[in-house]
């Protein structure tokens, strides 16, 4: 009996894990290339090609093309390929930049990552040179371009120290929000977590990843933000992590942070490994370290 072409082209599909009409955007992400903003930056700088042309916006796939970036050839993942993905919770210290390559040669968190078995990590949010904290890292990049996406309104909780005390007039301003110069920002809580004159601790916690919005936020009612620790991104916390350490995320906190984003058919063999020294957290979400902690990579 003779094989229809359409039998043919659904398993040329199956093998390809694409289906027609799926944006390279989303095809390059979930190969682990990048989040699918940066994607979509490099296709309009002209950095991916298709079949040796440009790549467009939107452009659909069908698994079957030959997609570089930068020259260099890109292995679309098969659809079970997708279900491995890594992920890393890290404890960047400040002084450290959360970019892949810095001009200035300053050190970068990726210099601490170890390589992932397939695609490249992605950093789920930025922290700031001066900032240091909880930092994610995947190489599912629609993952991380929905945990990044205000659409999610997902949760970033910091520790705070302030030089003075705030009044609750100042406060309340935070809650119901401030004019920023790139628009109205607020917080969704705050909450004081003691000390006095220069050592006030407040936990604060925001939906958007705007570039310096904390520090912004106080400095827009008078007051200067002295230490900044991110102790929690959506289900995750930075727990008992010190400076410079990391560990492979629970499988519970990967399934956490896929159903957070509506992802709830997220990977079945999430690649997820034992939960280094796992603790719960210090009044401030993070227990500052002494001296320079060693890098867990289990």
Do not use: C
Not at 109 to 134: C, E
Not at 214 to 233: C, D, N
Request: hydrophobic share 35%; no cysteine; net charge positive.
């Amino acid at each position: 009996m003779k094989k229809s072409g359409a039998a043919k082209s659904s398993r040329s599909r199956a093998r390809s894990g694409t289906e027609p009409g799926e944006r390279i955007q989303k095809v390059l992400a979930n190969a682990g290339v990048g989040s699918r903003r940066q994607i979509e930056r490099w296709i309009t700088e002209g950095r991916i090609t298709v079949d040796g042309r440009p790549a467009v916006l939107g452009q659909a796939l069908t698994g079957r093309e030959e997609v570089r970036v930068d020259g260099r050839r890109v292995k679309l993942a098969p659809a079970r390929a997708r279900r491995a993905h890594g992920f890393l919770a890290y404890y960047k210290p400040a002084g450290t930049v959360t970019t892949r390559d810095d001009p200035d040669r300053r050190a970068t968190v990726f210099d601490a990552l170890p390589a992932p078995k397939r695609g490249r990590w992605i950093s789920i949010g930025r922290l700031d040179i001066a900032t240091s904290g909880l930092l994610l890292f995947t190489t599912d990049g629609e993952l991380a371009h929905r945990l990044m996406h205000p659409r999610y309104g997902i949760e970033r909780e910091y520790a705070v120290r302030l030089l003075g005390q705030p009044s609750q007039e100042q406060l309340e301003r935070l809650r119901q929000g401030v004019e920023l110069e790139d628009g109205p920002a607020k917080v969704e809580s705050v909450e004081p977590r003691g000390g006095t004159g220069s050592n006030v601790w407040y936990h604060v916690v925001v939906k958007e990843g705007r570039n310096r919005e904390i520090r912004r936020l106080f400095e827009a009612i008078g007051l200067v933000v002295s230490r900044l620790i991110r102790v929690r991104y959506g289900p995750v916390e930075l727990g008992e992590l010190r400076r410079g350490e990391m560990r492979r995320l629970a499988r519970a906190e990967v399934e956490a942070l896929y159903r957070a984003v509506g992802m709830h058919d997220g990977p079945a063999k999430a690649a997820a490994g034992k939960l280094a020294e796992s603790a719960a957290p210090s009044p401030h979400g993070a227990r500052p370290a002494t001296g320079r902690a060693s890098r867990r990579r289990g």
